[in-house]
């Protein structure tokens, strides 16, 4: 709004000066332009220091403006809106959003995911599907979103989950209206967000999934790099589709894992040319009597069009 505001504050304000100026004018170059020619028959000469006297006083004039203009901009930035109004990473992602034609944009996303081993289920549940749990994850990803249109109860994304290793995904109840899963494998969920939303209204979505387990494969591909080790899991969430995406922040949860110290390549931002940056991976633990949990966060200011960002963890 100040991209718009303050030239027009600027522009009033040295308009008010405009009579002072012309009569500064007059008064230097000792004729008004604008006063009524007593001879009509001029020679060429006088014809041509009378359009040299009108240049002069036109070009004292812009650059008069030109220059209040100038001082008045720069004073009223300096006197309220360097100290009203702040530049925000949020508001240059709806320009990138509204640059590349989205209908959408989010300044952040917190992907929670709960590892937790067989004991943290209820003792009457050791199986789904007849197939053995011995280990779950439910991941939680909320969108905080910024609508750059009008949704009227209709699809603003597509969710994706796919597991690469668990035999099945299975979708829980998020913050919107889901639709229909669009792909009948069991090691994937692939359905609609419908909600309602004013453009620029801003909301966090939420999406759920449950991956089940019967076993953890040692040998396993993370980022690229084939890890062989026991007791261990990743999660990652790849740009793929040239969503504008700010902040991107892991939180790793358990309350049955005792999570291991994290390494410094436990935390992985892939960026668009494949080169691989370690992210810092903090460990926190409860210290509470009753709970005993577990959690690891990392996170990166930007996710950017064809860019990665994942997460392992190992549990003792």
Known sequence: MEDILQPIVAILISGLFAPLLTQLIERFTGKSPDAPAVRTNLSAEEKRKRRKRNLVIFTYAVFAQLSLFTMFFFLSKWAYFDENYFPTSERELI?????????????????????????????????????????????????????????????????????????????????????????????????????????????????????????????????????????????????????????????????????????????????ENRSKHTISTQLLKSKGDCFHFNILTAKIPRLHNKEHFGVKWTWK
């Not at 969710?159 to 099945?168: G, I, K, S, V």
């Not at 609609?192 to 991956?211: G, L, P, S, V």
């Open 95 to 271: 320009r990138e959003g509204i640059k590349k034609g989205k209908d959408y944009v989010i300044p952040k996303m917190t992907i929670r995911v709960y590892s937790e081993s067989k004991a943290g289920l209820p003792a009457e549940i050791d199986s789904c599907s007849s197939n053995p749990l011995n280990y779950c994850m439910l991941v939680s990803i909320s969108y905080e979103i910024v609508a750059l249109k009008n949704f009227k109860d209709q699809k603003i994304f597509q969710e994706y989950y796919q597991a690469l290793y668990a035999y099945d995904v299975l979708r829980e109840p998020g913050s919107e209206t889901q639709g229909q899963d669009k792909n009948p494998k069991d090691v994937i969920c692939n359905y609609d967000i419908i909600t309602t939303m004013e453009k620029y209204q801003r909301k966090t979505i939420t999406t759920r999934a449950d991956f089940l387990y019967t076993v953890l494969p040692a040998t396993r591909v993370f980022m690229g790099d084939e890890i062989t080790d026991e007791n261990w899991d990743f999660f990652y969430y790849p740009n793929e589709e040239d969503d504008v995406i700010g902040e991107v922040e892991y939180q790793i949860i358990s309350r049955t894992l005792q999570f291991n110290t994290p390494t410094p390549d436990d935390a992985i931002h892939l960026d």
